[in-house]
């Protein structure tokens, strides 16, 4: 009687062991699981921020090149490595102009 008291204790010790063994390797494959999930769902919200980024400096880039398109270019001609003449700006006061009004104001005060 002993015996078979002895053998299924000893049964019954393993089947808890085993059992235990079971669930800390299911624990640890789904903790591994989870993990994957969390990292594989960082890696979605990073993919959108960085196509998200891709589409602004697209959408900037468009608009520079429609405000180039509109802006109106001028002849330089180059007089040095530092300066130029610039072609005549339409409806603009000459320097000659600007300084003679300075001085008119100037003496009236």
């Not at 789904?30 to 919200?45: I, N, P, Q």
């Not at 320097?95 to 003679?100: D, G, N, P, T, V």
């Amino acid at each position: 009687m002993r015996e078979i008291e002895r053998e299924k204790a000893r049964q019954a010790v393993e089947r808890a062991t085993r059992e235990a063994r079971e669930r800390e390797a299911y624990e640890a494959c789904d903790k591994e699981a989870t993990e994957a999930r969390l990292k594989s769902g960082r890696a979605v919200v990073q993919r959108a921020q960085v196509e998200a980024r891709e589409r602004a400096a697209i959408d900037a880039k468009g608009r520079a090149e429609r405000a180039a398109g509109a802006r109106q270019r001028y002849e330089v001609i180059p007089l040095s490595p530092n300066s130029g003449l610039n072609e005549w700006f339409p409806n603009c006061d000459t320097l000659h102009q600007l300084i003679r009004e300075y001085n008119a104001a100037k003496r009236r005060n």
